[in-house]
């Protein structure tokens, strides 16, 4: 006779596992599914202290963002900065007002602001470190793109980070100079915008920062989540909070000029792991620097964004450079995950793996590709048959698809982009993603936008590109966990497993593709607690 359980779920329940797509009821001790079936199968779990509770509308297993920034969203997005990405500021005009505002506001302790972007922010003025600093002429002032990938600052943020002409340019990434030599008030990539908004992080607030992330990832129904620009600096507070985080975190260290991390592959547990090793090959299409084998249209958009024209974008390590990161973390046992948009970098990162894959057999290494944007159908299969994965940010679509086809790449190279279909068909299995804070974290809106392809303007990109709802819905749980080597503990609702699920108003599959995104989160659960509800 079965013991009794703590907790009974009983309702219309999405296993998403194949031997048993739906059930009735679970049941759940200490944590873990202990039964999952028909409410028949469930009942003997049901004793004199189980709670026993109806859900209605729809339990799925809660959502696993793949591709993640976490530890970043908590700072950008917990006050210190302001948010004006243009999915809370779409008007340029607010954007200018809010610079000029926080400066008055901060002076001297500087204004750091986050989410510039001229692409869906039109009429943005050009941030030359001459308007910089007559904007903010008394304190550091501090402007991140929306991608991450650039930011701009004026002469006291260069004091207040110690920069000068002869800081050396790091890994990966640069600093704008004038011809002179003078720093010109640009960061371009990670390894240079991130020294200048470190100041913005007290350690003493942190902790609640971090907790008000989970918060909110919790409301969009996701329990498990990566940090895919780790920085080990971060280590000793996750140690410090790991009981009282509400959100499963894999994180994937920034690899470094000097190819070192203090962790190895045997490290952490369920509740928080560093999964693997971050590399890029190339940058954001938002600001002209990704790495591509066709060039990027001559347009007022790629004007403003100052691509060159002509100009395929480019990487922003050699190839050398990436084999030596791949060559040092993969045979240490390292899955790798690379950010790659362009079709030329992809061809490049596959060549790396490819050549790793040969030097140390590996079973099972699921090493990862990033976004990518432009991947073809071959080079899909290319992936594929080498057991690559990809993690595909098809809600771009949803917020630049116009601007990907009429201002980037025009119609033949622009419809096809983020080609989540052709990987499928593939055989390969992918996660989705909204690389938060680029995006804001909304896996239904993902669900919903995959199964879609609907732009701005209500135009379809490519539909064959289009996936089920269904196939949809394992990207955005049991195969995201899958890329996290997180598949044996969550991702679906199978005894054994975390009871980590999500409560929607209503089953995705019921509903209209187009009405996925509105479905309202009512619950989330992880290992059981209920870590959010819907007030009503
Ligand atoms: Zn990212």
Redesign the pocket.
Known sequence: MASPADLVIAGNILTVDPRRPTAEALAVTDGRIVAIGTRDDVQPWIGADTEVREAGGCVLPAFVEA?G?PLMEAVVLGGRMVDIRPVTMPDAADVVAAIHAEVAVCGADGAYLNGWDPLLQQGLPELTLAWLDEAAPNGPLVIVHNS?HKAYFNSAAARAAGLTRDTPDPHGAKYGRDANGELDGTAIETGAVFPLVTGVMTPTDYPGLLLAECARLNRAGLTTCSE??FDPMFRPVLEQMRDRLTVRLRTYEMSTADLHTDASPENGDDMVRQAGIKIWVDGSPWVGNIDLTFPYLDTDATRTIGVVPGSCGHANYTREQLAEIVNNFFPQGWQMAC?VHGDHGVDTILDIYEDALRRWPREDHRLRL?HVGAITPAQLQRAHDLGVTCSVFVDQIHYWGDVIVDGLFGPEKGDVWMPAGSAVATGMRISLHN?PP?TPEEPLRNIGVAATRVAPSGRVLAPQERLTVEQAIRAQTIDAAWQLFSDDAVGSLEVGKYADLVVLSADPRSVAPEAVADLDVLATYLAGQQVFAKSD
Request: charged share 20%; hydrophobic share 35%.
């Open positions: 591709h920034h991450g895919m620009a950010h990033e690389d680029v």
